[in-house]
């Protein structure tokens, strides 16, 4: 499916903007549709837009769906000081309370770690989760992969330079590779994420989320009791295999709650570039819950 042109450019801006006051400052986010809350919470170094294909999906199928700005992202307030999952989890929890919970909650990357924090702490809050190709065990390194499979060299290489070099650059020509198949609106997008990043503080608080390393996400693993649904997408760079991170995630949240899901050809972030796959995945594993 062919992802439909924003009418402005990158989608910032596009909808109305409310916020909501944590701990440490304020959050953006927008909402559309009626029905049962779905909060979506970005990856590191994007925006709340980037769920702009995918938000009106679900809004569709029947749902109240609210993205989210991380801190110090988008339209977020800057000026923190860390930018953890932990962070995030409480950030999102907080807005999932101020929209009167409870969520199912979306996280990718970064998010979907978080998501698993939030999902353990506070399980009254959340509903269940979806992860799309999330960070939600320490990342290691893997050598042999790095000489064998040149999707995650590339990835991997570009990752580097963007943190020792404070690169936005470099984190653009990571996109390029994270997003196999590029949305029709790319150029747009990409131009509206440089200017955001490029607004003061704004690439230094992206560089935060850089400073940890999923420990805390992986500790609460075997604590959450609500369902989860693990997407990976089989083209992902920052992996050496999607699909055995996400089957090593499913296996370590208690038996019987974690689904996993591949969507082939896909890269990091499969909600923009594959939204209807993405949607009908999160559908239909709503669906299931709901007649559990």
């Given at each position: 499916?062919?992802?439909?042109?924003l009418?402005?450019?990158?989608?910032?801006?596009?909808?109305?903007?409310?916020?909501?006051?944590?701990?440490?400052?304020?959050?953006?986010?927008?909402?559309?549709?009626?029905?049962?809350?779905?909060?979506?919470?970005?990856?590191?170094?994007?925006?709340?837009?980037?769920?702009r294909?995918?938000?009106?999906?679900?809004?569709?199928?029947?749902?109240?769906v609210?993205?989210?700005?991380?801190?110090?992202?988008?339209?977020?307030?800057?000026?923190?000081?860390s930018?953890?999952?932990s962070?995030?989890?409480?950030?999102?929890?907080?807005?999932?309370?101020?929209?009167?919970?409870?969520?199912?909650?979306?996280?990718?990357?970064?998010?979907?770690?978080?998501a698993?924090?939030?999902?353990?702490?506070?399980?009254?809050l959340?509903?269940?989760?979806?992860?799309?190709?999330?960070?939600t065990?320490?990342?290691?390194?893997?050598?042999?992969?790095?000489?064998?499979?040149?999707?995650?060299?590339?990835?991997?290489?570009?990752?580097?330079?963007?943190?020792?070099?404070?690169s936005?650059?470099?984190?653009?020509?990571?996109?390029?590779v994270a997003?196999?198949a590029?949305?029709?609106?790319?150029?747009?997008?990409?131009?509206?994420?440089?200017?955001?990043?490029?607004?003061p503080?704004?690439?230094?608080?992206?560089?935060?989320t850089?400073r940890?390393?999923g420990?805390?996400?992986?500790?609460?693993?075997?604590?959450?009791?609500?369902?989860?649904?693990?997407?990976?997408g089989?083209?992902?760079?920052?992996?050496?295999?999607?699909?055995?991170?996400?089957?090593a995630?499913?296996?370590a949240?208690?038996?019987g709650?974690?689904?996993?899901?591949?969507v082939e050809?896909?890269?990091?972030y499969?909600?923009a570039?594959?939204?209807?796959?993405?949607?009908a995945?999160?559908?239909?594993?709503?669906a299931?819950r709901?007649?559990?």
């Open positions: 499916m062919n992802s439909p042109v009418p402005n450019p990158g989608g910032v801006g596009a909808a109305s903007t409310s916020y909501v006051t944590v701990d440490g400052g304020r959050l953006a986010y927008e909402s559309t549709g009626e029905g049962p809350l779905i909060v979506l919470a970005h990856g590191i170094g994007d925006l709340r837009q980037s769920y294909f995918l938000a009106p999906l679900l809004a569709a199928a029947g749902y109240r609210v993205s989210a700005d991380l801190r110090g992202h988008g339209e977020s307030s800057t000026g923190w000081e930018i953890s999952r962070d995030v989890a409480s950030d999102l929890l907080a807005l999932v309370r101020h929209l009167g919970g409870p969520a199912v909650l979306v996280g990718q990357s970064l998010s979907g770690g978080a698993t924090i939030a999902a353990a702490r506070a399980p009254e959340i509903s269940a989760v979806v992860e799309l190709n999330p960070f065990r320490v990342p290691k390194t893997d050598l042999g992969a790095m000489l064998r499979v040149r999707r995650y060299r590339r990835g991997g290489l570009l990752m580097g330079a963007t943190v020792a070099f404070r936005l650059g470099m984190w653009l020509r990571y996109l390029n997003y196999p590029k949305p029709d609106d790319w150029a747009a997008y990409t131009t509206a994420l440089r200017a955001k990043l490029s607004e503080e704004r690439m230094k608080q992206f560089l935060l850089m940890t390393n420990a805390d996400a992986e500790a609460e693993l075997a604590h959450v009791t609500v369902p989860a649904l693990i997407i990976m089989s083209a992902d760079p920052d992996f050496p295999d999607p699909e055995a991170e996400g089957a995630i499913v296996a949240l208690p038996p709650i974690g689904t996993l899901e591949i050809g896909a890269g990091h499969l909600h570039e594959r939204p209807a796959e993405t949607a995945l999160v559908t239909r594993f709503l299931s709901s007649r559990a």
